[in-house]
């Protein structure tokens, strides 16, 4: 009933940019908070980025001053802007989104399958 699917993911050199989307659909009453989380092999999931529904941003330490997460709530839609990217970047970059699928229900959690972000030279 809801899906998150991202996009923008690929392989850059180190220093380029990348800028993933996330968009949610389906049974969507409102979305809460958006975020940004990525898994590297060996390692835990590092959350990247969040986002509340008013646009109140935090960030990793690891990405702060290189990446920024904005939101359009018309679409249901997040994006991550990748800049000055470094090889520790590379992993997999899913979204996490907060639903309230109906005026009475709960928030739920969904994850998007994920986009590879490959940074090398």
């Known amino acids: 009933q809801v899906q998150v699917v991202e996009s923008g993911g690929g392989l850059v050199q180190p220093g380029g940019s990348l800028r993933l989307s996330c968009a949610a659909s389906g049974s969507i009453f409102s979305i809460n908070a958006m975020g940004w989380y990525r898994q590297i092999p060996g390692k835990e999931r590092e959350m990247v980025a969040v986002i509340s529904s008013g646009g109140i941003t935090n960030y990793a330490d690891s990405v702060k001053g290189r990446f920024t997460m904005s939101r359009d709530n018309a679409k249901n839609t997040a994006y991550l802007q990748m800049n000055s990217l470094k090889p520790e970047d590379t992993a997999v970059y899913r979204c996490?989104?907060?639903?309230?699928?109906?005026?009475?229900?709960?928030?739920?959690?969904?994850w998007g399958q994920g986009t590879q972000v490959t940074v090398s030279s």
């Open positions: 996490m989104t907060l639903v309230q699928k109906s005026v009475t229900s709960t928030v739920l959690t969904y």
